[in-house]
């Protein structure tokens, strides 16, 4: 096995150059998803913040290559494990030493796997603060590896502990993150700050053009002009309970609305299935994957952004569906506390019936429709900006690195 022998680098005055930003993740770009889109969001603020910002990142192949700005180390597929999941090989010595010889000054990590160790790797190395961001709840998938929640949690709260506690600092998207997290057991500093959003590109429909485009998406749905449109982006997995939105759906039983569900995933036959079970087959639309640029035309097509997902850390597409002029009806979560403001922005429900009353309550009164989703678009723009976002991340970095004091590094060989 070829090795590189890491070196401690010489400090340098940050005042002297732009704050250079190393971010790990293990999704990127053409993935879809809330940490792909989450870290976009970060890298685009940095950088607008003055920052000098790199992503390492896996290769959707085993070949590592590199693009301005993004290095992307080879890797295999983990499917078996979770959808389109996978895992690094060693990285390439030209990529470590092109990364040593820039010299980060904060290293953040957005993934607790394969680039996490990396991450861990070089910000040891450097002596420069590591930052986590922790995106997601772990113990809501114990159905892919643990016939047992209860043995399936302390698995997570044991990892997570092991995982943060090399950190300088924790980020995390919501107040019930960082409860679980310190139940968890984890000591690290934790910082609640809310994944920012692009308001530009998040709004209502404004153009003409753009209410002509609504039409002719519905359309290619084959949803008429009169019809409610209820729509959820997610992947079609067990642990986004879309099972419980169509039994809320069939239980509503209006005939004056369709369901979209916008993307896809290893549990949409079950879905579909549970459709035509249920007798609302021909109320459903599976739209599919669609485009990450184009999905903001999606959220416009619809009247109310419906969910019952369990598993969200903030739930990134609340927000975007929110910023769209969305009132939301969602399943009782804390990670939404903040977002749904019961009578105003939406409602939280646990019911079939209270599902059926408040989607009633939106429905037949087109004026208070209306005004909660103005109050939606409102309140996104309130709590939800981009640019507050990557602030408060900025702020954590120059933090952790008041906190670091000098300490000795052992030269580490890092696998190449």
């Not at 159905?143 to 949690?153: A, D, E, I, K």
């Amino acid at each position: 096995m070829n090795v590189i022998p890491m070196r401690p680098a010489e400090r340098t005055s940050a005042e002297q150059r732009p704050l250079r930003v190393l971010l790990t993740t293990d999704w990127w770009e053409p993935v879809v998803n809330g940490v792909v889109a989450s870290v976009a969001t970060l890298r685009r603020e940095l950088i607008a913040l003055g920052c000098d910002v790199r992503v390492l990142t896996l290769s959707q192949g085993i070949r590592t290559r590199s693009e301005p700005g993004v290095y992307r180390i080879g890797s295999v597929s983990a499917a078996m494990l979770y959808d389109r999941a996978r895992i690094g090989m060693p990285a390439s010595r030209r990529v470590l030493r092109e990364i040593l010889d820039w010299r980060p000054d904060v290293i953040h990590s957005q993934c607790e796997f394969s680039t996490h160790v990396w991450a861990r790797r070089i910000a040891r190395t450097l002596a420069v603060p590591l930052v986590h961001t922790y995106h997601t709840i772990y113990e809501d998938y114990t159905h892919y590896y643990s016939p047992s929640r209860t043995v399936g949690r302390k698995v997570v709260a044991t990892f997570s502990r092991r995982v943060l506690e090399g950190t300088d600092a924790v980020v995390v998207p919501t107040t019930k993150v960082a409860n679980l997290l310190t139940g968890y057991g984890v000591r690290r500093p934790l910082h609640v700050i809310p994944t920012g959003l692009d308001l530009q590109r998040f709004r209502p429909s404004r153009s003409p053009a753009e209410r002509a485009d609504v039409a002719a998406l519905r359309a290619s749905l084959d949803i008429t002009p009169d019809q409610k449109v209820l729509i959820s982006v997610s992947r079609l997995a067990k642990e986004k309970n879309l099972d419980e939105v169509l039994d809320q759906v069939a239980a509503a039983d209006r005939e004056d609305t369709v369901l979209v569900l916008v993307g896809d995933g290893p549990y949409r036959e079950e879905l579909e299935a549970r459709t035509r079970a249920l007798g609302i087959a021909d109320r459903v639309r599976f739209a599919g994957v669609v485009d990450p640029a184009e999905v903001q035309r999606w959220y416009r097509i619809g009247d109310v952004f419906v969910s019952a997902s369990r598993s969200e850390t903030q739930g990134l597409t609340f927000i975007e569906a929110l910023a769209s002029g969305l009132p939301l009806l969602c399943r009782r979560d804390p990670s939404l506390d903040g977002v749904v403001v019961d009578g105003r922005t939406g409602w939280q429900i646990e019911t079939p019936d209270e599902f059926t009353d408040q989607l009633g309550a939106l429905l037949d009164d087109s004026a208070r429709r209306a005004e909660m989703s103005q109050a939606a678009v409102d309140h996104a723009a309130a709590t939800c900006g981009s640019p507050q976002f990557g602030k408060a991340v900025l702020d954590v970095y120059q933090q952790a690195r008041l906190r670091r004091t000098p300490r000795i590094i052992s030269r580490l060989a890092v696998p190449a």
